[in-house]
């Protein structure tokens, strides 16, 4: 399969915990998006990059969250001392900059703050 | 980015053709229309997009009038598996413009046997 993946697929975790999860993008898009979601909403943007450019960050992304993509490749989306809002599901999608509005996105990685 | 509005939820039946019209009254010159499909627990997946009248695909159509202040998505025959949520997207979204999506609420399709 060479779609998105994301890893892990559920994570729960202690309030005030740290958490990283991982986004593998399919191998010839130059950007990579993270979003989060939560039930019964449509997905949230909260940053993206271009190779290894973070281009853009959206203002729901707070301080105790990070974003890397050190090679242009893979992603890391970190949390650090996690709060029970931050329970969602964080989506990793991909694509050509020449096509961004046709991004594919991955499973999710579904994030439970106890 | 232009908002949308779009209905929070629709019925169908199996077979039938349904029609989800979305409205994007403050839509730029350079905005194009997109929609996304998702199902439960899975990420949204690019189903269409189109500038003005009539753009087609293997799965759906999208028409979009010529003041382009609204735009349908049509399904033909849809089936049980089209259960899912349907969400408009308005925004300078092609070659190397744009980048992020901007998503509302979306429709939900509930399609009955």
């Known amino acids: 399969d060479t779609g998105v993946s994301q890893d892990p697929r559920h994570k729960i975790t202690k309030r005030g915990q740290n958490v990283t999860f991982r986004c593998d993008p399919i191998?010839?898009?130059?950007?990579l998006y993270w979003y989060r979601q939560t039930l019964g909403q449509g997905p949230e943007f909260l940053t993206y990059?271009?190779?290894?450019?973070?281009?853009?960050k959206s203002r729901l992304l707070s301080d105790r969250f990070s974003a890397e993509r050190p090679k242009g490749s893979f992603s890391t989306l970190e949390i650090q001392r996690t709060e029970q809002g931050d329970s969602a599901m964080y989506l990793c999608?991909?694509?050509?900059?020449?096509?961004?509005?046709?991004?594919?996105f991955g499973p999710g990685t579904r994030l439970t703050v106890t | 980015l232009a908002k949308t509005t779009q209905p929070i939820s629709m019925d169908s039946y199996e077979g039938q053709e349904v029609n989800i019209t979305c409205s994007h009254n403050?839509?730029?010159?350079?905005?194009?229309i997109t929609w996304y499909q998702q199902f439960p627990s899975q990420g949204p997946r690019f189903i269409i997009q189109?500038?003005?009248t009539k753009v087609t695909n293997e799965v759906a159509s999208l028409f979009i009038p010529a003041d382009r202040k609204s735009s349908t998505l049509s399904l033909p025959r849809v089936s049980l598996s089209d259960t899912a949520v349907y969400y408009c997207?308005?925004?300078?979204?092609?070659?190397?413009?744009?980048?992020?999506?901007?998503f509302g609420q979306g429709t939900e399709l509930s399609v009955k046997p």
């Open positions: 990059f271009q190779n290894e450019a973070q281009l853009e």
């Open positions: 191998s010839e898009h130059n950007r």
């Open positions: 403050n839509i730029a010159t350079n905005d194009y």
């Open positions: 999608a991909s694509s050509l900059s020449r096509g961004a509005g046709e991004q594919y």
């Open positions: 997207l308005v925004g300078l979204l092609i070659y190397n413009q744009g980048g992020k999506l901007i």
């Open positions: 189109g500038y003005k």
